[in-house]
């Protein structure tokens, strides 16, 4: 017998977590925060000091400066300045001396401070400074709750990037993920966890003796796809992340699985093998209807919208071993797009420009990311295998977060677009998977 | 800090399913089995002829019953309950066949039995994918049990792609032995 527990959060803005229980019952421990482990970096990185906020609030608060510091230099763009190697710490505009930070080598300065409102949230105030005008180039206050100053630091972080390499930071968006928990000796427990970007504050969506696979994020970040065995057979589910309230949507003979929301959230592309073998299907989430989109003995599957939302990619093996296809919806054709790029080729996903495609390419036993330019038809690994699978892009086109095969067992990696800059991501115990990055947060 | 503040604050809500939706009625009836332990697997082990599984199955599959209407050899082959594939490949192995015919004479003898054909696959690419050949594999067997004369209405294919291996070694050896079929007696 399966044991499902759902989980409801209400996540940045309160407190209370309420959690709803199906059949079996027991406390849920809480979720480990995976943990980041920078590998590389770019030495062309912009030279950045962030220097520690003042805490005028009275209480005891986590460190801003250092979360700002953390998120610039993941992104690998950023080189910022230890604080002992800082030769004076303002946190006012008029306490700063540019050639203190010049004659470093620093171009850009970051002060701030924190201050408590009556209401019980405290306001960040920051101030980006180009060093060598002495220029401020942007200043905020961004009021939180008191226990939302990460949520808090991350949008400082976004200001930051946004300003100084003019694209969208992603830091206030968030990760979705899968991991399993072998530890117990009984069964195994799978967890859908949403955490923020770096990592932190993980908190399980679902838990459930069965595996679940295949999470997708909705347009508006507010819900989850996600495929789950709970029912023995593999089941489309769509839960809203606020309330915590899950649908079953698709089940039925056959594989249901492999959910992705059109650009406009009213579709879900999916994978159904009903009519006798696996193909790709849309289904209209508001009139609840199913329209088949491929036709062909094959295996049809792992369906992905194109960003213009005028086709699909998805894998097929109706040509030499799986590869990528290209479905336009105008006039319903249907066009390969790997070629010379060996016998296995699946789980395409667009860059969120839609000029590449990010894919799980298996040459002699070794599995590995390789983006695919589009317009040039060149394509290029970005990470070297031999099991890495699940890759998507952040939703700045920056970054490409994926799952790899290591001695401490699977866990979650991410690679620049570039390829130069890779990050692990840890989880505490047991194995991750299946890391699907959501939407910018607006 | 915060965490712990929400768990002070937990709700629990009995629910008997409704909002959470719905258990799928597809073959959840009458099963009796217990989850496989994942085992360690050492090469030489992937040589014999096909792998019992270390599943419990219910008692009445292999009762006094079979022994009536079979001799022990057959009973024997009704063992072998899992069936490997070969790397990208969903065809029928030679070295299975007789176990397979054994399978099919005692289910078209017992017409009340019902199997469910489960699909695997090793870990190697995307799991969507890996979904999808499980299920072309447990197809290919139902198709050679229904060749034999096995009804259709006796048997029901499921697929767990990746999900469920037996061995957890990333290793040739881990990998032959879960790209297999398993039959599951109700």
Redesign the interface.
Known sequence: MSSTRCYNSRFSWTVALMVSVCGLFSFETIAEDLVIKIEKGVSTALPIAIVPFENNTGESLIDVAAIVRNNLERSGLFRSLPVYDMPALPTALEDVRTKNWTSLGIENLVIGKLEKKNSGTVDIHFRLIDVYSGKQLLGYRIPVQSDDLRFGSHKVSDFIYEKLLDKPGAYTSLLAYITVDRDSDIEKIYRLQVSDSDGHNARTILQSTEPILSPAWSPDGKRLAYVSFEGRNSAVYIQDLATGRRQRIIHGKGINSSPTFSRDGKKLAVTLSRDGNPEIYLYDLKVKSLMRVTRHGAIDTEPAWAPDGRGLVFTSDRGDGPQIYYFNLADNSIKRMTYNMGRYNTRARYSPDGTKLVLVNGIQGIYRIVLLDLRTKIYEAVTIGELDESPSFSPNGAMIIYATVTEEGSQLAAVSADGFTKQKLVAQRGEVREPVWGPLIR | ???????A???????S?T??????G???EGIVEK?LSPVNVSEASVETMGLASAREVSPEALDGRLLDNYNGETASLLDIRVFQFAY?SSEILEKHVAAIEGHARYLIKNSNTRVILEGHTD???????N???G??RAQSLQRRLSLLGVPESQMS????GE??PIALM?NEAAYAVNRRVELVYR
Not at chain 2, 1 to 7: H, P, Y
Not at chain 2, 9 to 15: G, K, R, S, V, W
Not at chain 2, 157 to 160: A, L
Request: charged share 25%.
């Open positions: 800090m915060r965490q712990l503040g929400r768990i604050t937990i709700f629990i809500i009995f629910l399913g909002s959470c939706g719905m258990f799928s597809e073959g959840s989850s990208d870990e190697r690419g995307s799991r969507e994918y979904l999808a050949l299920e072309r294919v499921i697929t767990y999900e469920r990333h």
